[in-house]
Nanobody
Framework: VRLVESGGGLVQAGGSLRLSCTTSDRTSSNNAMGWFRQAPGKEREFVSSVSWNGGNKLYGDSVRGRFTISRNRGASAIDLQMNSLESEDKGVYYC?????????????????WGQGIQVTVSS
């Protein structure tokens, strides 16, 4: 499965960005999908996940209330609306497809990954 992220870039602190992820495999519509990020010198961390039908959503503690994941039922694509961005949000954001239909925080539950897209937040 090939995943392609888009929408990253440079934004000022307090601003917004919207990331999108599309997959090459329509069967991914039956799988949960998620976003992770990795800042320089840090481990990759969970950002958000959404179930196959968009009905269940999970968020990391640091982004809850500021980020919103979305997915149309039956779609093999997801978006991440990021508001009130902070300098700590900068990093490479990765889209991933889970092995099951259930939203999940665990990186080990994801089987396909995108190449990542850079998000830079200037203070």
């Amino acid at each position: 499965v090939r995943l392609v992220e888009s929408g990253g870039g440079l934004v000022q602190a307090g601003g917004s960005l919207r990331l999108s992820c599309t997959t090459s495999d329509r069967t991914s519509s039956n799988n949960a999908m998620g976003w992770f990020r990795q800042a320089p010198g840090k481990e990759r961390e969970f950002v958000s996940s959404v179930s196959w039908n968009g009905g269940n959503k999970l968020y990391g503690d640091s982004v809850r209330g500021r980020f919103t994941i979305s997915r149309n039922r039956g779609a093999s694509a997801i978006d991440l609306q990021m508001n009130s961005l902070e300098s700590e949000d900068k990093g490479v954001y990765y889209c991933a497809v889970a092995r099951s239909s259930i939203a999940t925080r665990s990186e080990t539950n994801y089987v396909s990954w995108g190449q990542g897209i850079q998000v830079t937040v200037s203070s």
